[in-house]
């Protein structure tokens, strides 16, 4: 008796609380209403409605009834759109994995505006990692796409690769660290006697990469980057920073830069995806940032040079 007819009479039943009611907005009789509930009941062996002379209460289960079916019409109600969609090459998912670098929610607010309203019926799901754990993602999770993978080369062949541009990194110290005050060379002796602060690698089948840190030098890990520049502007630690995110704070001189022995170097970054699976969606993603779209900018603010294919 769960066809489609009898569970619309049950939730405008449930809705309106009266029979009544249900049938003159179902256009039906009261009796063929109130006979239809009966059926229902009888099929599933349990009482859905608490009958009182002035209305009709839902049970506890046919409040579990309730919700279930609302799943279930508005399953059906956009099924039709789904197989075309499916048959139009559009995916029903794209899950997408972005570097903690890269992760600004208006930037990505801006990308999913222009995402939904192509593709209404694609359900897109985000995932924020960090360094290596981008490449893990992509490789060994269920992502079809990866916004900040490190490196210039892919690390598969069924993986297509867009340089983005690179991560210019500044060593820095809080302008009232006692380092900051050092007039001399700023040797690694000097450097381990305070603790580096990193956010750890969300690599789990790769080879986690610790971004600095000295033999013998304690390590502070946070969780994300904006917690690791406020940690180093409170002059907890020391390490490296993305220039651009950092610039601010060097701006103002609440940070300032020091050259150490061994430098980080620029960190490239790149667009990746899994070529033979891609559907038009995450093809749709890949064609934004070829043409460097105004779409995609926010993602290219930390990045020296901007999309290297656009130029």
């Not at 992509?138 to 900040?148: E, K, M, N, T, V």
């Not at 890990?221 to 993305?242: E, N």
């Not at 779209?293 to 290297?308: C, D, E, H, V, Y």
Request: glycine residues 6%; hydrophobic residues 45%.
């Amino acid at each position: 008796m769960l066809d489609q007819e009898t569970i619309r009479t049950f939730l405008t039943v449930a809705e309106t609380a009266s029979f009544s009611k249900a049938a003159e907005r179902l256009h039906k009789t009261t009796a063929t209403i109130s006979y239809r509930i009966k059926l229902l009941e009888e099929s599933t062996g349990v009482p859905l409605f608490q009958r009182t002379t002035r209305s009709v209460l839902l049970t506890t289960a046919g409040i579990h009834l309730l919700e279930r079916s609302k799943e279930w019409l508005a399953w059906l109600d956009a099924m039709p759109g789904e197989l075309k969609q499916i048959n139009d090459g559009v995916e029903r998912q794209v899950n997408i994995v972005i570097n903690n670098l890269l992760y600004e929610p208006a930037a990505i607010a801006t990308l999913l505006a222009h995402l939904v309203a192509r593709f209404p019926l694609t359900q897109f799901t985000l995932s924020r990692q960090i360094y290596m754990g981008v490449w893990d993602a992509l490789l060994h999770g269920d992502f079809s796409l990866a916004i900040g993978v490190s490196g210039t080369e892919t690390l598969s062949e069924t993986i297509s690769l867009l340089p983005l541009g690179e991560i210019d990194w500044v060593f820095v110290l809080a302008a009232h660290h006692p380092l900051a005050h050092e007039t001399g060379p700023l040797n690694e002796a000097k450097l381990r006697q305070y603790p580096a602060i990193n956010i750890e690698d969300s690599a789990r089948h790769i080879t986690k990469r610790v971004a600095w840190r000295l033999t013998g030098q304690k390590e502070i890990q946070v969780s994300d980057l904006s917690t690791k520049i406020a940690a180093h502007v409170a002059g907890v630690g020391i390490g490296f920073l993305p220039r651009k995110l950092c610039q601010r704070y060097l701006d103002s001189g609440e940070l300032v830069t020091r050259t150490i022995p061994a430098m980080r170097q620029p960190s490239p970054l790149g667009l990746a995806w899994h070529h033979a699976q891609a559907g038009k969606a995450a093809l749709e993603i890949v064609r934004l940032f070829e043409e460097n779209a105004s779409t995609i900018q926010g993602f290219l603010t930390p990045l020296n040079s901007g999309n290297k294919l656009a130029e």
